[in-house]
């Protein structure tokens, strides 16, 4: 079996997107209960139509109010379906998935999938926004203690390795990079959402400081206050709604284990195949089909390994294959629509999401893809260590 039997049998009814970036005031069970509120809202339900819910709580926004909590919170009476889940920048599609194969099998009829996040406090004295951060990480030890003892601290020095791991092997540049944040950032300026909607040059890019080489600051995603939240219900139900129905044409997931042993090689081959996979068998499509590509882009890193794996170029070829505009506003491959997490604002993968639902609607505006009948959004949680599939279709 191929899953074709589900394509197109459940469709996003409903977006909610909050006050988005240095958003202050208030935390993330504030943002994620505003998020659900529009999300409803927009697919023209009442908050007794939801039966189902399912959180992301993130790292440590959400916290105890994740599950039961937030069930309470928001007021959701009667729940025929609720889970916490966290796959990292994955949960968000993968949220979507089991929410689609809920409402197919009538084990609820309108599922709300949500994640919420206020890691920013008010600026202090300085001037710039202090970052609450996780609290302190526990002392490491045994072998998970190498990367400390080595130097390596934090996501971004891990992301830094993977990119320079792929520049070794392929001869990947930093230019090429900074062609997928100058891309994005293009399409941010379309985006009255987008926290950067400043120009940036490739020049702009160059002068960035250095996070961990070879990325640079505008190599990173951003950190943002607010909260996103779909509506999934069955696709027969959809179209006596009030929003043009997203359908779900396709979904896969990719989790390959990273056990860091000789041959073992994540960081340049990531899930994306076998998410890739069953999602595009399943929506019976080529990749020739894709009109439009939301990928997970916490780093530009991870755009370029995105695209590789799914076979727009050859593995090795990113670097070349995303230079001279192909993802931007007038480019063969329009990527990041919004101006991703890059950009716009970083709502971990209910950013591409939130992205793809407004591109398949026809609701983008002056970013706004003329053909837009297929798009797929990648969702990648760890250190590409796992990977997440939607295709999204304007019809069934």
């Known amino acids: 079996m191929d899953g074709r039997e589900l394509r197109g049998k459940a469709a ?67 729940l025929r379906l609720l889970s916490s889940m966290n796959v990292g920048g994955a949960t968000a599609s993968i949220m979507v998935q089991y929410a689609a194969m809920s409402v197919i099998h009538r084990m609820a009829d309108h599922v709300v999938c949500v994640f919420a996040d206020a890691p920013l406090r008010e600026p202090g004295r300085g001037g710039g926004a202090v970052y609450a951060g996780m609290g302190r990480s526990p002392r490491p030890s045994g072998m998970g203690g190498l990367y400390t003892a080595y130097g390596v601290f934090g996501v971004n020095a891990h992301y830094a390795l993977a990119a320079r791991r792929h520049m070794e092997l392929y001869g990947t540049t930093g230019d090429q990079l900074g062609a997928i944040a100058v891309a994005e950032r293009a399409w941010a300026r379309l985006n009255p959402l987008a926290e950067h909607r400043e120009p940036m040059t490739l020049d702009d890019y160059r002068a960035s400081r250095w996070v961990v080489e070879p990325l640079r600051l505008f190599d990173c995603c951003l950190v943002s206050n607010g909260g996103v939240a779909v509506v999934v219900s069955r696709a027969e139900e959809a179209n006596d709604l009030a929003q043009p129905p997203a359908y779900i044409l396709g979904m896969g997931q990719g989790h390959p284990g990273d056990f860091r042993r000789k041959g073992w090689d994540v960081e340049t081959q990531t899930g994306a195949p076998m998410a890739k996979e069953r999602a595009f068998s399943m929506a019976g499509i080529a990749l020739e089909d894709v009109d439009v590509v939301q990928a997970y882009d916490c780093y530009t890193y991870t755009v370029l390994v995105t695209l590789e794996d799914y076979g727009f170029c050859k593995k090795g070829e990113g670097g070349p294959f995303v230079e001279g505009g192909r993802l931007g506003p007038g480019g063969s491959l329009p990527t990041n629509t919004g101006g991703g997490q890059l950009s716009a604002y970083y709502m971990w993968g209910m950013t591409p999401l939130s992205e793809a639902v407004i591109q398949v609607r026809g609701q983008g505006g002056e970013r706004q893809v003329p053909k837009h009948d297929v798009v797929l959004v990648t969702g990648n949680g760890g250190i590409l260590d796992h990977h997440s599939a939607l295709v999204l279709g304007s019809a069934r």
């Open 12 to 78: 996003i009814t409903g977006l909610g997107i909050t006050e988005m970036g240095r958003i202050y005031g208030h935390d993330a069970p504030h943002f994620a209960a505003e998020a659900v509120r529009l999300a409803v809202a927009d697919a023209g339900l009442r908050k007794q139509d939801i039966d189902g819910l399912l959180v992301s709580p993130g790292v440590a926004s959400l916290g105890g109010m994740s599950g039961v909590g937030l069930q309470n919170y928001l007021g959701l009476a009667n």
